[in-house]
């Protein structure tokens, strides 16, 4: 039986579910910008690390996105 990757699935288009569309995991270098693909809800990982943010969430939607910085400080 071959093996799964759901990372790998994760990163691809999503189909089949009421996803809006666009991949649900996007990596990149640097903060997500409006090119950044993804849906509603979708999440992006900045992983150049550092004093930036490093996750972000799209509360827009996939043809128009919203980037919001995600802080796990209170």
Do not use: C, R
Not at 42 to 69: D, E, V
């Amino acid at each position: 039986m071959p093996g799964h990757n759901a990372l790998s699935d994760l990163g691809s288009d999503q189909t089949g579910t009421p996803y809006e569309g666009g991949p649900f995991l996007t990596f990149g270098v640097g903060p997500a910008g409006s090119s950044t693909p993804g849906g509603k809800g979708a999440l992006y990982i900045n992983t150049a690390g550092g004093a930036s943010a490093t996750l972000y969430l799209n509360i827009g939607s996939a043809a128009s996105p919203t980037w919001k910085a995600v802080s796990n400080e209170s």
